[in-house]
Nanobody, 126 residues
Framework: QVQLVESGGGSVQAGGSLRLSCAAS????????MGWFRQAPGKEREGVAA???????TYPYSVKDRFTVSQDNAKNTLYLQMNSLKPEDTAMYYCAASTVDYWSLWPLLTRGYNYWGQGTQVTVSS
């Protein structure tokens, strides 16, 4: 079983920054990659960052050069540094992990993950 707990959400003005954290606990099997997703009211959940166990990363165009995903393997913690935040970044943000190697297929799609956290709210005001 993999348990994921997000933290670090909050309210910030446009142009500001936030850093989200995801504390992960693992059982007997490890994850291949982890990611961050967000979901705004009335919209589908979308991937905003993913990182493989070898450190390679991928982002959608909407957040590239503003968001940075990183991981501290010693602490089993995943981070998402978000800079230059915009009102359209407002959403619930979720941490996710995959114990199946779908990295080449679906690193930024929900179908590529089998474990999810409960989410942390990010609100960006104009």
């Amino acid at each position: 079983q993999v348990q994921l707990v997000e933290s670090g959400g909050g309210s910030v003005q446009a142009g500001g920054s936030l850093r989200l954290s995801c504390a992960a606990s693992f059982a007997s099997y490890s994850t291949y990659y982890m990611g961050w997703f967000r979901q705004a009211p009335g919209k589908e959940r979308e991937g905003v960052a993913a990182i493989n166990s070898d450190g390679s990363t991928t982002y959608p165009y909407s957040v590239k050069d503003r968001f940075t995903v990183s991981q501290d393997n010693a602490k089993n913690t995943l981070y998402l540094q978000m800079n230059s935040l915009k009102p359209e970044d407002t959403a619930m943000y979720y941490c996710a992990a995959s114990t199946v190697d779908y990295w080449s297929l679906w690193p930024l799609l929900t179908r590529g993950y089998n474990y999810w956290g409960q989410g942390t709210q990010v609100t960006v005001s104009s």
